[in-house]
């Protein structure tokens, strides 16, 4: 089982200004299949970006995503009041898939 | 639009079997191309894959989950199911039905999720 490791568990930081978020697989992920997913309280995670680096539709283009390998990174530009919640990545190269602890983004 | 819409009873008594339908909309799922998936997250805590099935009837569980999952497709309801035996209050969660690619793995379609509670 691949596991994955987000850093920080909690990101305090003013509207504004740029939030970056890192998960890190403890194998290589072949084919980069990483995905990121924002969760907000009471709601279902939705997806923001996948295959490591494509937006998922309807996504505003200040969330991007990189890495490749076993280290991966989910910026946000400018934070929009919106933006201040959970965030997972998750990997889809191999079963069972898993996920990320989680990144809480909170108003500072 | 693709939906997704968990049901099932809320309270499930410890030893019992809990059991949810998700009923898909927009789409058949005897189309094939997307694995139906359920995961869950334990209160106030982060997501746990359960499991997925293809529509042909596949399916792969997460190990730690096997021996007491199965999940199933009615392609002529158009839903999928959950079945977990054994139940203790550690099962108590929200569990979400969501759909990936077969291609790629990410999850773009979630039901709303349905808090399922373990308690006598």
């Known amino acids: 089982e691949i596991v994955l490791t987000q850093s920080p568990d909690t990101l305090s930081l003013s509207p504004g200004e740029r939030a970056t978020l890192s998960c890190r697989a403890s194998?290589?992920?072949?084919?980069?299949?990483l995905a990121w997913y924002q969760q907000k309280p009471g709601q279902a995670p939705r997806l923001l970006t996948y295959g490591a680096s494509n937006r998922a539709t309807g996504i505003p283009d200040r969330f991007s995503g990189s890495g490749s390998g076993t280290d991966f990174t989910l910026t946000i530009s400018r934070l929009e009041p919106e933006d201040f919640a959970v965030y997972y990545c998750q990997q889809y190269g191999s079963s069972p898939r898993t996920f990320g602890q989680g990144t809480k983004v909170e108003i500072k | 639009q693709v939906q997704l819409q968990e049901s099932g009873p809320g309270l499930v008594k410890p030893s019992q079997t809990l059991s949810l339908t998700c009923t898909v909309s927009?789409?058949?799922?005897?189309?094939?191309?997307?694995?139906w998936s359920w995961i869950r997250q334990h209160p106030g805590k982060g997501l746990e894959w359960i499991g997925y099935i293809y529509y042909s009837g596949s399916t792969y569980y997460n190990p730690s989950l096997k021996s007491r999952v199965t999940i199933s497709v009615d392609t002529s309801k158009n839903q999928i199911s959950l079945k977990l035996s054994s139940v203790t209050a550690a099962d108590t969660a929200v569990y979400y039905c969501?759909?990936?690619?077969?291609?790629?793995?990410?999850?773009?379609?979630w039901g709303q999720g349905t808090l399922v509670t373990v308690s006598s």
């Open positions: 969501a759909r990936a690619g077969a291609t790629s793995g990410s999850y773009r379609y």
């Open positions: 194998q290589s992920l072949s084919g980069s299949y």
């Open positions: 927009g789409g058949s799922i005897s189309s094939g191309g997307y694995y």
